[in-house]
């Protein structure tokens, strides 16, 4: 996958494996089995560390790491570490996001 202009004029060459939509500047992309960022001019400015990586939403996104969520910012810091199910997170939204905790005891920061 690549990005083309309006005109159809490949701005972003054809280079990776899957690629989401562009939001706060970066693009999740995949290239083999790792996911990272890129930004407008397809330069990879987060690292294809994430098994899985989904667009910002308020200067945050959902990765996952072996098998876990959590939030980075787009400088590509963890600001939510990954240790939650993807069941729990959702996108951020005015500053905040709904986090889903058990019943019988709350998910918590260490």
Known sequence: MGCIDAAGAFQIPA???D?????DGWAPVRIDEKMG???KTG???IPLRFDTAERF???M???AVDG???YIDTSGA???KPRYNRSQLWPFSDGMARLRVAKKGLLRED
């Not at 690629?19 to 939001?23: Q, R, S, V, Y």
């Open 61 to 63: 996104a959902r990765v």
């Open 57 to 59: 939403f308020d200067g």
């Open 68 to 70: 876990k969520w959590g």
């Open 43 to 45: 330069t990879i400015g």
């Open 15 to 17: 280079r990776f494996d």
């Open 78 to 80: 963890f600001v939510v």
């Open 37 to 39: 960022y890129i930004d």
């Open 19 to 23: 690629a989401g939509m562009f939001a």
